[in-house]
């Protein structure tokens, strides 16, 4: 499940910045009257006080910053921008496992998402892969091996479509020259 959890690793799920507003306000208004207290019995604090007024509200800005995050996290468009993600990707992708990670925000509020974690797959596994696929079409030795070759160096470039695409058209011509030397 996605999503962000305040505090701990296990606390409260944030759902939407609105929530965490509310709840910051919640937290500011005993602190308005504690400052107000504080200003009047020592001016002299007025520096101190100040940090300690910036502080909350960075705090604030936090609150506000994970709710939208967390709102972000549960939309559908985001699944589906996921998938797009991992598919697109200039590296194949293993299949996705949840993860949690902490992230601290710049006022120092720190929060818990759970998200999937794609890892990319093995390159050499798909090197031994158009290896076998280059013999499986019955090429020349000297031009599977330069064509070995160029795949090697697109995929440690990260260019495995271009390497499937060439190997599918690899394929049909194939095909097509064997279906044509049948006929005649």
Known sequence: MHGLDMGQENGERIESAEEMLALFYAQLVPKVTLWKQRI???????????????DAFARGADMVVAGLISATMIEEGLEKACQSSRGNFSRPLQKGR??????????????????????????LLAVHHVSKALASLGLDADIRQGLYRQYRT????????????????????GKSATECHRRN
């Open 154 to 173: 697109l995929l440690r470039n990260g260019q495995w479509r271009r390497v499937v695409d060439e190997l599918a058209g690899l394929e049909r011509v």
């Open 40 to 54: 009047s019995d020592h001016p002299e604090q007025l520096a101190t006080l100040e940090r300690t007024i910036h």
């Open 98 to 123: 949840e993860t949690r990670v902490a992230v601290r925000l710049l006022g120092g509020m720190l929060f818990w998402a759970t998200t999937l974690y794609c890892a990319p797959k093995k390159k």
